[in-house]
Nanobody, 124 residues
Framework: VQLVESGGGSVQAGGSLRLECMIS????????VAWFREAPGKEREGVAA???????TYADPVKGRFTIPQDNAKYTVYLQMNSLKPDDTAMYYC????????????????????WGQGTQVTVS
């Protein structure tokens, strides 16, 4: 299983970015895919998750600003980030759990066994 992120970059506060996570080597069906982020000096935190039927969950700091659409035909999950703030600056990682999203603490890091290498987002 490989997860490859892309789409990061530098943007001014209030701007938008769309990250992509392409999944290969695995035909996922009812699996949970999530985005995490890790800022310097902070722990990695879950941002958003989606399963193949479209159900989603979001962390409180990004609700109303971020969405996590997917394209099952392309095995790609996106993170659409709007109204970006400097606090959103972090390395963003895509992660896969080979099961439904957990009913309890769905964005807990230990729920996920496969990770990408990350893509940097900088908001100034």
């Amino acid at each position: 299983v490989q997860l490859v992120e892309s789409g990061g970059g530098s943007v001014q506060a209030g701007g938008s970015l769309r990250l992509e996570c392409m999944i290969s080597g695995y035909t996922y069906s009812k699996d949970c895919v999530a985005w995490f982020r890790e800022a310097p000096g902070k722990e990695r935190e879950g941002v958003a998750a989606i399963i193949s039927d479209g159900r989603t969950t979001y962390a409180d700091p990004v609700k109303g600003r971020f969405t996590i659409p997917q394209d099952n035909a392309k095995y790609t999950v996106y993170l659409q980030m709007n109204s970006l703030k400097p606090d959103d600056t972090a390395m963003y990682y895509c992660a896969l759990r080979r099961d439904l999203c957990a009913a309890v603490a769905p964005l807990a890091r230990e729920r996920f066994g496969y990770w990408g290498q990350g893509t940097q987002v900088t908001v100034s």
